[in-house]
């Protein structure tokens, strides 16, 4: 989703906007620019397409500017062009801005702002906000102001970063719904919308909340809220290393991610795990354990993988906490007037923590008195913020758009509160030691599973250029049929559906045919059984069958084209293991057909819009 960086200070501003663009390459865009103004000039350089681009057209021209802001643009109103590109500027090519996020009323501001003389070069609603401000500088009010009365007429949401040839002593960044970040260096200061871009310049940062404006100068900042008010904003320190955000020698983000999942899924448990109690500790939770315990029901919303992540955790709190659980679309859960109650836990579950359907479920059912509890990986996230209680995953960052490692440190972070939660209602001290005991081999059987890379490779050889796959899995293995059916369409484009193996006679078993490669998760649970007898009835109609299954199982080989063997594990913990061959197979089949799978088509990395 569309990006933004600023710079303020001595140095030369387009290496530093250039290089936190390409740092948040990974959130996917259409096109990009940037603005930058020094003593004797003011420019915008943008373009469609690759911030590589952009970089070709600032070749040879030798800029030298102090003061920048730059965009990467994820198109939502008119097409990836140059002219709907970021920044948008006024007329005087003297005020530029760029945006994230979407002005709901820019038609009814653009027409009055057309009735005073202004005309429109974009198919963008940001220009109506440029075009706004420069209204109000035109009536003699400074940046600050100008930006702030703008704002006021404005709804919808933004974060917005605006410089201004005439004030070029600052800038002026504001938030509502969009993130951003001030990074406070030495007589510098820098602005993104993702703490990633920043890192390497500075560890101190300020995350904006919603409704707030920063006048950013090279040495201070000032911030207040909408209403004018000066506010004290605090400084965090945040701990990131810089190679957690390179590909470390890997083609992709995507595949490192896959093989960084040992250490992830260990880094998520770490020190979290009780053995002798047979249960675990999460120093978030602290406080709220028994109010969660005690629930009168357990809502989770989420979008995507961290939606499948949810599903997975519906099982397991059932299972052991006994406590009843709905799982939401966020999209669906903040529009459809749902029934929260003060005796309910609702967990959001977000990798990015920014996800605006998500942020929005989770301010809905804080009006309505439920307890919120966010699960996010990305610290000082919205939703970890506005979050009544929460637990980091600690995945590290996620950079690649396809979610691999978040998705299993999501679910073991799901298995830890399970475990907290259960120890008074279902969950035994010995089942709890055996889940503890399974949980600790986890990084080594995914270790296994990694080491199957080329024979998955193999496998993906051949199916290439099929058109369609289904996905099939029973019990806890469900959600991860539908989780190996998105990663392979998000980066392969093969259209997949996943499905309860059981409903396939309910409809999809009509397109088995020679030509249908069918995934089966067929582990050794408690539906095995079920899952086998569905097997032979999709060999029964020739379709090709891949099967994830069980070290020991020799009989399914037997049966089915391909067997992918993975150590067997607690139920519970089953995902965690059986997802990982999936998002190999989706990701070498997209490498093999020539895909960018670390920026598919279409996608963005963290989707705040609507
Ligand atoms: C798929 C994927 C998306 C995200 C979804 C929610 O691979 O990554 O489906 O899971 O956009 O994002 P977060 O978890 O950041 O709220």
């Known amino acids: 989703m569309c990006g933004i960086v600023g710079y303020i200070g001595a140095k030369n501003c387009v290496h530093i906007l250039i290089d936190g663009l390409k740092k948040l390459e990974y959130r996917g865009y259409d096109s990009a620019g940037i603005g930058i103004i020094n003593d004797n000039y003011c420019d915008v350089i943008k373009t469609k397409g690759k911030v590589s681009d952009l970089e070709k057209m600032l070749t040879g021209k030798n800029f030298t500017a102090g003061l920048g802001i730059g965009h990467t643009r994820w198109a939502t ?124 310049h500075t560890s101190q940062v300020v995350y904006l909340e919603d409704n707030e404006i920063l006048e950013i100068y090279s040495d201070h900042f000032v911030a207040k809220n909408i209403s004018d008010k000066e506010i004290i904003k605090e400084i965090h320190e945040v701990d990131i290393a810089i190679d957690e955000i390179s590909k470390g020698g890997y083609a992709h983000f995507m595949l490192k991610e896959i093989m960084e999942q040992p250490e992830s899924i260990y880094n998520s448990m770490r020190g979290r795990l009780l053995p002798e109690e047979g249960t675990s500790k999460l120093g978030g939770l602290q406080g709220f354990e028994d109010r969660i315990a005690h629930s009168d029901r357990i809502l989770i919303s989420a979008c995507g993988t961290s939606w499948h992540a949810g599903l997975v955790g519906e099982y397991m709190l059932e299972q052991y906490a006994g406590i009843p659980v709905e799982v939401e679309y966020a999209s669906e859960f903040r529009y459809r007037h749902p029934v929260i109650n003060s005796n309910d836990t609702v967990i959001f579950i977000s990798q990015s923590g920014e996800t605006a359907d998500t942020l929005a479920s989770l301010r809905e059912a804080k009006k309505k008195g439920a307890l919120c509890l966010g699960i996010c990986n990305v610290v000082g996230s919205s939703i970890a913020r506005e979050s009544d209680t929460g637990v980091y995953i600690h995945a590290g960052p996620e950079i690649g758009v396809a979610s691999t490692k978040a998705f299993t440190s999501q679910l073991v972070v799901l298995a830890l509160i399970t475990m907290l939660i259960s120890r008074e209602k279902r969950l035994s001290v010995t089942d709890g030691q055996y889940l503890i005991n399974e949980m600790k081999k986890l990084p080594r059987n995914v270790e ?21 796959f289904l996905y ?60 086998m007898s569905n097997i032979e009835e999709v060999r029964a109609r020739k379709g090709k069958i891949i099967a994830i299954a069980n070290e020991a199982d020799d009989q399914i080989d037997k049966i089915v084209d391909h067997a992918i063997k993975i150590p067997q594990t607690a139920d519970m913990l089953t995902p965690i293991l059986s997802v990982i061959p999936l998002q190999l197979l989706a990701y070498h089949i997209a490498v093999k057909k020539g895909l960018n799978v670390d920026q598919p088509r279409n996608l963005a990395k963290s989707v705040t819009v609507e």
């Open 448 to 468: 296994k599973i990694l080491k199957m890379n080329d024979t998955i490779e193999k496998i993906a050889d051949k199916y290439v250029n099929a058109k369609n």
């Open 77 to 200: 109103h008119g097409e990836p062009n140059m002219v709907n590109a970021h920044p948008h500027l006024n007329k005087e090519r003297n005020l530029f801005l760029v945006h994230n996020g979407i002005i709901e009323n820019y038609s009814s501001l653009k027409k009055g702002l057309q009735k005073e003389g202004y005309n429109f070069l974009s198919e963008t609603d940001t220009e109506v906000l440029v075009n706004l401000i420069d209204r109000y500088l035109k009536k003699k009010h400074n940046l600050g102001t100008a930006v702030r009365y703008a704002l006021n007429e404005v709804e919808g949401t933004y974060g917005i970063a605006v410089i201004y040839k005439n004030e070029p002593d600052k800038i002026i960044v504001a938030r509502k719904g969009s993130p951003l970040v001030l990074g406070v260096g030495v007589n510098e200061n820098f602005i993104a919308s993702d703490v990633n871009a920043l890192i390497s």
């Open 472 to 531: 099939l899995g029973r019990g806890y293995n469900f959600p991860v049929a539908l989780e190996g059916a998105l990663k392979l369409k998000e980066i392969s484009y093969i259209h997949a559906e996943g499905y309860p193996a059981a409903e396939m006679k309910h409809g999809p078993i009509a397109l088995i045919d020679e030509n249908m490669p069918v995934v089966f998760i067929a582990t050794k649970d408690s539906v095995y059984d079920k899952v």
